[in-house]
């Protein structure tokens, strides 16, 4: 688990105290569904700042939220078909930024995000508990382009020891 998703925990127990399990599964789900939406909202911007295109309105409506018995007391959050199993920012902005790219694939037929040395379509990775968009050409098998989310990009590029430019 993430140190987030640690430091969220024990933030519950220190407002919380003890809690049931149905509790706490009604947190946790709740919070990862309100990161969803929020993430969202954090990818619907990067496609229209960078192609002009918008991803809502009825041909697009991908976060869902639903109970199961199956699954106990807690709820489910999806993105399109992928589950979304925990309130880390990083895993819920690396599913909600895979969703939305297959969207513009499908819906509009363009490649988002490209890389801007390779042309290549970039695909999401994890770098310091950061989502971010990774191109797999060049020499080395792959460079991290830059962070999923914005405010966390410059941190991850200037100390990524993946992105090196070509020699």
């Not at 801007?116 to 994890?126: A, E, I, K, Q, T």
Request: hydrophobic share 35%.
């Amino acid at each position: 688990m993430s140190e987030e998703v640690l430091t969220w925990m024990s933030e519950v127990h220190d407002e919380f105290g003890e809690i049931s399990g149905d509790e706490f599964c009604e947190l946790w789900t709740t919070r990862t569904f309100s990161m969803a939406r929020s993430a969202l909202e954090v990818i619907q911007k990067s496609v229209f700042d960078e192609t002009g295109k918008r991803v809502d309105g009825e041909e697009f409506c991908y976060v869902n939220y639903f109970r199961d018995p199956e699954f106990g007391p807690a709820g489910v959050v999806r993105f399109k078909s992928a589950e979304v199993s925990t309130p880390d920012w990083a895993e819920v902005l690396g599913v909600v930024a895979e969703g939305v790219q297959e969207f513009v694939m499908d819906y509009y037929a363009t490649v988002w995000p490209a890389c801007g040395r390779h042309s290549f379509g970039l695909h999401v990775d994890y770098f310091d508990e950061t989502a971010v968009w990774k191109c797999n050409g060049g020499p080395e098998g792959g460079h991290v382009v830059r962070a999923l989310d914005p405010s966390a990009d410059r941190s991850v590029v200037r100390s990524s020891t993946i992105d090196r430019p070509p020699v």
